[in-house]
């Protein structure tokens, strides 16, 4: 099993800007895939970015696509999702997810998932 904690959240303004970070421990495969996902207050979770391996490919959903980059640092077992331009509507708890190989899933079948870290932005 792999341990994932979020980092980075909190309350922003509309239009402003926030960084996650995920961490991820134990016995992580040498290749895997990363994605960040959200669930608002009485909405379904949703797929929100995810990035392959080696970075090289990455996939947003469209509602966040041209404000939100997702990286990754292999080296530190960690990901990022740099979020700009922020909207009410991106107010949700924001989950990072781990999986085996290097698909980039969107349907959210992942195997390790991480606690949630709120993020609200007020308008």
């Known amino acids: 099993q792999v341990q994932l904690v979020e980092s980075g959240g909190g309350l922003v303004q509309a239009g402003g800007s926030l960084r996650l970070s995920c961490a991820a421990s134990g016995r992580t495969f040498s290749s895997y895939v990363m994605g960040w996902f959200r669930q608002a207050p009485g909405k379904e979770r949703e797929f929100v970015a995810g990035?392959?391996?080696?970075?090289?490919?990455?996939y947003y959903a469209g509602s966040v696509k041209g404000r939100f980059t997702i990286s990754r640092d292999n080296a530190k077992n960690t990901v990022y999702l740099q979020m700009r331009s922020l909207k009410p509507e991106d107010t949700a708890v924001y989950y990072c997810a781990y999986r085996r190989g290097n698909y980039i899933d969107s349907k959210g079948d992942y195997d390790d998932w991480g606690q949630g870290i709120q993020v609200t932005v007020s308008s």
């Open positions: 990035i392959s391996w080696s970075g090289g490919s990455t």
